[in-house]
């Protein structure tokens, strides 16, 4: 079977701008595959690129194994959800979900046929009639899912759409999209800026910055085996130290940084002597941590208590702050205390500091 | 006299006082919310907003409609007996427009019924066609067009309108006489032998007149589909939507209350046009506007005037609001 969605070396530039670079990609049938991103990272180009709006500036789209070019947004088997839903106001929501049936010319009794099941399927059997504007957020979304899936598009595509509802909406769509997603069968490609969306609704994930697609694999792979500092720092939240690689030795590595040396794996082959960071998440860190384990040492800025978890600011020594999260049962310092929080090697990550960064 | 002086007075301050019986009224039903006209303005400028409104409309639009209408239903007097014993209240005027002079023999009066409805019948063919040239225009000024290019259109547009409309019809007077450059041009290319009578056949009366009133099509037009969200025009083409559809069933219903407003205005305004007529018209063209001006200028027939002014003016309303109506358009709506 062709793989949904292909991206062979796309780029897309307005004037001199480069909104997405040498983009490869391969998205398969089924799948939900997300990108992520931070806002104006190229996310919606990309998505656009995908539905037709936009043609590549150099590269191919291909959609279901055929190449895709010059061919537009209207003949793609492709479905949009905007960003702002860009429901049609005038019209009842069942004429809104039937519209892409309508300019497909399919019989009316056929059609209402389909925007009736459509309507249970999103729970809005009670509501064809009425006029979108009397919709609430969250059935107005079902509403734009719905209009979409009326054409059986075989790539849905999703440009953050539960960006305008409430946290607790938002997290009971997330559930339901999934849902649908699975009832449906159909590729969902989607966009948000917000981690957490991604990785708990989402096959695979691409994480983009600056218009570079930096790194693709599923939920852990990302969280847990970063590749690019980018990703390590923004998918979750992670503790950053730079310095210069003193030792390597199989798998891990030895960094000399202002607080000493500190010792992580080294999945991406650092040689003694290259600039890097060492990345350690907050939840790996020990409080009075003993023996073999390397750390920081600091003074306690700041104790957050949050039931389950508690989070701990401390101040090392060239001013920066380290983070730590510790879970419930553990003997919370107070704020000015001199404290150590310990990681062993295999929860430290060492990864090379990009090119022209500074700090 | 003193009457209606106390009248013309009185008026502006039965209005002031009636806003305030208004506006005690809601606030004691709890109709109107939020702080009152006069608590958000200000007494001082709250009367002066009521009194300036008021006198406005009243001097500037009401009493000389009114005393058009008056006059209409009297008969035609010398000065000297204007308010005598003969100025009793008549339908001679009307009845002159449908059956001509009580000494012609004709049954109907012809010549101005046929002046009128061709004045009507054209004024909507002239909307329609601005209509047809606007829309492209505007769809492409609100939805499509960067920044600087519309700055460009804008300027294009509306820089012919500074000068004068007779200097304009006059131009096009100049353009297509049969010593002008158009007939030039053909007879140049030998595509003609003679000189097209364009003036004659009314071309330029047609042209002068759609070309009049285009400003006011055009910006309604472009305020209604530059509040059309871009996205929706995107996500009907992305539901495959062929672009005549997205245009029929998506900006169209979107821009109905622009349409409106902008038909009716070059509606009135065409069939209401003076200067055009006047220099434009051919010989044998019978525009009604100019003959309502020879009314009051020719046949010095002021009462008359005044009757076939309000014949047209009732007509043009009733016209706009039937096909408001039509398109189940309330006059609120044009209006936003
Ligand atoms: N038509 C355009 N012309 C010029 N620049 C554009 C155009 N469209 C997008 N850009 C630029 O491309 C970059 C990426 O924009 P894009 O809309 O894809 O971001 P995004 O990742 O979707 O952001 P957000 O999360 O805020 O929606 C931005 O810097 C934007 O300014
Ligand atoms: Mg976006």
Same mark, same amino acid.
């Given at each position: 079977m062709a793989a949904a969605v292909e991206l062979e070396g796309v780029n897309v530039t307005f004037g001199d701008f480069v909104a997405v670079r040498d983009a490869n990609l391969t998205i398969e049938p089924g799948e939900f595959f997300s990108f992520l991103g931070p806002s104006g990272c190229g996310k919606t180009t990309l998505l656009r690129t995908i539905s037709g709006f936009i043609e590549p500036t150099r590269g191919q789209v291909k959609i279901g194994g055929q190449?895709?070019? %010059?061919? %537009?947004p209207n003949k793609r088997p492709t479905a949009l959800i905007f960003q702002?839903?860009?429901?049609?106001?005038?019209?009842?929501v069942a004429e809104n979900i039937g519209y892409g049936l309508r300019v497909r010319g399919v019989p009316r009794h056929e059609r209402d046929e389909k925007v009736k099941t459509l309507l249970i399927q999103v729970a809005l059997s009670e509501h064809g009639h009425k006029k979108v504007s009397e919709l609430s957020g969250g059935q107005k979304q079902r509403v734009a899912i719905a209009r979409a899936l009326a054409v059986e598009p075989s790539v849905l595509l999703l440009d953050e759409p539960l960006s305008a509802l409430d946290l607790k909406l938002r997290q009971h769509m997330r559930a339901e999209l999934r849902a649908i997603q699975k009832r449906v069968g159909i590729t969902f490609i989607y966009i948000t800026h917000d981690q957490g969306e991604a990785l708990t609704m989402s096959d695979r994930i691409a994480v983009m910055n600056a218009g570079v697609i930096e790194q693709v694999g599923d939920g852990r792979a990302v969280y847990a085996e970063p590749r690019t500092p980018f990703v390590a720092s923004f998918v979750g939240e992670n503790n950053r130290i730079r310095g210069r690689v003193s030792a390597v030795e199989d798998g891990f590595a030895t960094l000399d940084t202002p607080l000493g040396a500190l010792k992580g794996r080294n999945p991406v082959a650092l040689s003694v002597g290259q600039e890097a960071l060492l990345f350690v998440r907050p939840e790996v860190l020990r409080l009075h941590a003993n023996g073999g384990t390397s750390g920081f040492a600091g003074e306690t800025l700041d104790v957050a208590y949050e039931g389950s978890v508690s989070h701990i600011t401390l101040r090392v020594k060239t001013g920066q702050k380290v983070t730590a999260s510790v879970g419930g049962g553990v003997p919370l310092p107070a704020a000015g205390e001199e404290l150590h929080l310990g990681f062993t090697p295999e929860d430290g990550l060492l990864l090379a500091l990009p090119e022209g960064h500074g700090r | 006299m003193n009457g209606s002086l106390a009248f013309i007075f009185g008026l502006p301050l039965a209005v002031v006082v009636l806003f305030f019986a208004l506006s005690a009224y809601e606030r004691r039903r709890g109709i109107a919310t939020g702080p009152g006209f006069f608590q958000r303005n200000g007494l001082a400028v709250g009367l002066y907003l009521v009194l300036a409104v008021g006198f406005w409309a009243f001097f500037i639009i009401l009493l000389p409609q009114l005393a058009m209408v008056d006059m209409s239903f009297r008969p035609k007097l010398p000065p000297a007996q204007m !308010? !005598?014993?003969?100025d009793l209240y008549t339908l001679e005027n009307y009845r002159y427009f449908l059956f !001509?002079?009580?000494?012609?023999?004709?049954?109907?009066?012809?010549l101005h019924i046929k002046a009128f409805f061709l004045t009507i019948g054209v004024s909507i063919l002239i909307t329609l066609i601005n209509f047809a040239i606007c829309y492209p225009l505007a769809f492409h000024m609100a939805q499509s067009a960067s920044a600087a290019r519309l700055r460009v259109l804008l300027l294009l547009l509306i820089l012919p309108y500074w000068v004068n409309e007779i200097l304009r019809a006059f131009a096009f007077r100049v353009l297509l006489s049969s010593g002008g450059i158009i007939n030039q041009l053909l007879m140049g290319s030998g595509l003609t032998h003679e000189p097209i009578d364009f003036l004659g056949a009314d071309v330029g009366l047609y042209m002068g007149l759609s070309y009049a009133y285009l400003l006011m099509m055009i910006f309604p037009l472009y305020n209604a589909i530059e509040s059309l969200d871009r996205n929706q025009v995107e996500a009907a083409r992305d539901l495959g939507a062929p672009w005549w559809h997205i245009h029929a069933f998506i900006v169209l219903p979107h821009a109905k209350p622009g349409i409106a407003s902008g038909c009716t205005l070059v509606f009135m305004l065409t069939a209401g046009a003076l200067a055009a007529p006047l220099v434009l018209g051919g010989p044998r063209t019978l525009w009604f506007t100019p003959i309502v001006y020879d009314r009051f200028y020719?046949?010095?027939n002021w009462p008359q005037g005044a009757a076939y002014a309000f014949i047209l003016l009732v007509s043009c309303i009733l016209f706009v609001l039937v096909v408001l109506k039509a398109f189940r358009l309330s006059l609120g709506e044009i209006t936003r």
């Open positions: 190449d895709m070019k %010059g061919i %537009g702002n839903l860009a429901l049609f106001p005038m019209m009842t | !308010g !005598g014993p003969k !001509g002079s009580t000494t012609s023999t004709a049954e109907w009066n012809w020719q046949a010095f």
